[in-house]
């Protein structure tokens, strides 16, 4: 199987939801399988094109990151063996090649309507509110950082969760007024320690996790789960820490090249931001694949599985 392949899955089990990179499906009525696509969305657009082996490095990446953080989360994560997943639901038998590597049997569980964010330098839209406004997320901010400055401590910087469009950075109050008893509280314990601890993991690896979202779902016993993607290109910003250099913006293990190429055309006149995209050269689209290849190869230490 190539990287390029599974545009799109068509699988014969109930589809829950399609999103712009993935389809989720129902397996029983108490887990679903997460498919993982290559496609690839940036400034809320889906591009044409696929980018090789992006959805196994995202499937395989957190799979890995499951694994070193369960002691500080159970998470929904049950297998992503391919051969174990048709084992289990017999009726894929026939899909087992387009499901190779990019393919999550997970626990079902009540998503938690927020985002949890901890964000260890000032950098994307963060950085942008603080050049505006001096706030981030509405708080006031010490003046005279710059942009690319470790924050110390870190800071839980919630989010609304929009599955169409941005998601909303908010304050904590707004998170835990609207959660009951102390989930907020315990949510944004444990994001501090998930992200202390894959900081340290990959500070050995080279590299900085300058931000990142965790999400949280509700098992029916009621046990808090991480779920969807752990510490992925798509849900951190990973810089290389020999290149790291405070105000300015840092080399990423993620689809910069695509977002660069994108705003130099929306720059230029070329592209007015809205679908259709522009056609993605295979120069483009093969540094993006590069990318998130070296970023797989760089945090677990070991080639893609299906390269």
């Not at 498919?35 to 969305?41: F, K, L, P």
């Not at 063996?81 to 899909?95: A, C, G, W």
Request: proline share 7%.
């Amino acid at each position: 199987m190539t990287g390029a392949a599974l545009a799109r899955s068509q699988l014969p089990l109930p589809l829950v939801r399609r999103g712009k990179v993935r389809e989720v499906y129902a397996v029983g009525d108490d887990q679903l399988l997460l498919v993982a696509s290559d496609r690839i969305s940036a400034f809320d657009v889906v591009m044409r094109e696929p980018i090789p082996y992006k959805g196994a490095v995202l499937t395989q990446m957190s799979a890995y990151w499951f694994d070193l953080l369960k002691d500080i989360s159970s998470s929904h994560f049950v297998t992503c063996d391919v051969t174990e997943i048709i084992n289990r639901i017999p009726d894929l038998e026939s899909y087992d090649s387009t499901l190779e590597g990019r393919s999550t049997l997970v626990t079902r569980t009540d998503p938690v309507p927020f985002e949890c964010v901890v964000r260890g330098y000032l950098s994307g839209s963060a950085w942008a509110e603080y050049a505006e406004e001096g706030t981030l997320a509405g708080e006031r901010l010490e003046p005279g950082m710059v942009e690319s400055q470790q924050l110390d401590p870190p800071l839980f910087s919630p989010a609304s969760k929009a599955y169409e469009g941005h998601d909303e950075n908010i304050t904590f109050g707004v998170m835990r007024d609207a959660l009951e008893g102390d989930l907020a509280e315990r949510l944004r314990r444990m994001s501090l320690e998930l992200y202390a601890e894959g900081c340290r993991i990959a500070a050995e690896r080279g590299i900085i996790i300058a931000d990142t979202k965790f999400e949280f779902g509700i098992a029916p016993g009621g046990q808090v789960m991480l779920i969807d993607e752990l510490l992925t290109p798509d849900s951190s910003r990973f810089w290389p820490a020999d290149r790291y250099e405070p105000g300015r913006g840092q080399p990423s293990f993620d689809k910069q090249p695509l977002r660069d190429y994108l705003a130099e055309s929306k720059s230029d006149g070329s592209w007015d931001g809205a679908a259709p995209p522009p056609t993605l050269s295979a120069e483009i689209v093969a540094q993006t694949s590069a990318r998130y290849l070296d970023a797989h190869r760089r945090i677990t230490g070991s080639e893609l599985p299906i390269v």
